[in-house]
């Protein structure tokens, strides 16, 4: 298997306009996780999906973001409309077995809000 | 609330020296705690997952200690490398949640 797939590894992009990030998880994990990573708070927990369902959103930051998980093999998170503040890497991990599982990072989504 | 704390929040070691890095939690019911190296530009590697009753795991030059009773691990590395420089982020899971909860990281540098 080929791991976490991120894309786009960078993005660059001006306030206002939506950004998509896409995560294509390792066969058969039954968790996708969704984070947030910035030099001030570290990695943060935004959202995660147990077989495609949105089982806790609370660390979504606010409306402007969303995440679906329309299949087992893939799943967006967008930011409409983007801003500076929303500048940070974002990472897809996937989980096989919540107890004892190895989470799976992707390698992560540079995004920088202009 | 659940907490995870690490120590010392960035480290500089000459190569070849050992090094101990400290996490400290409160999360409970306790299930689970990993530790993991992030790399500069890259996503986090699993180094160990030590579950309740382990006391200590090894993988390979890295050795991760756990004393559920304290709420403690530390992540001991053995003759330091260039390639060791990285972040180690200490994640602990409960019981009751799927939820991880992420130390913010102790940032090693390994200089020659």
């Not at chain 1, 606010?62 to 998980?69: G, L, Q, V």
């Not at chain 2, 180094?47 to 403690?72: V, W």
């Amino acid at each position: 298997d080929a791991g976490v797939i991120q894309s786009p590894r960078h993005e660059v992009t001006e306030m206002g306009q939506e950004v998509t990030l896409r995560c294509k998880p390792i066969s058969g994990h039954d968790y996708l996780f969704w984070y947030r990573q910035t030099m001030m708070r570290g990695l943060e927990l935004l959202i995660y999906f147990n077989n495609n369902v949105p089982i806790d959103d609370s660390g979504m930051p606010e409306d402007r973001f969303s995440a679906k998980m329309p299949n087992a093999s893939f799943s967006t998170l967008k930011i409409q409309p983007s801003e500076p503040r929303d500048s940070a890497v974002y990472f897809c991990a996937t989980l096989g077995f919540r107890s004892t599982g190895e989470l799976f990072f992707g390698e992560g989504s540079r995004l920088t809000v202009l | 609330k659940n907490q995870v704390e690490q120590s010392p929040q960035s480290l500089i070691i000459l190569e070849g020296k050992n090094c101990t890095l400290q996490c400290n939690y409160t999360v409970s019911p306790f299930s689970n705690l990993r530790w993991y190296k992030q790399d500069t530009g890259r996503g986090p590697v699993s180094l160990t997952i030590m579950t309740f009753s382990e006391n200590t795991k090894s993988n390979g030059r890295y050795t991760a200690t756990l004393d559920a009773d304290t709420k403690q691990s530390s992540l001991h590395i053995t003759a330091s490398q260039l390639s060791d420089s990285a972040s180690y982020i200490c994640v602990v899971s409960g019981m009751d949640t799927d939820k991880l909860i992420f130390g913010t990281g102790t940032r090693l540098q390994v200089f020659p």
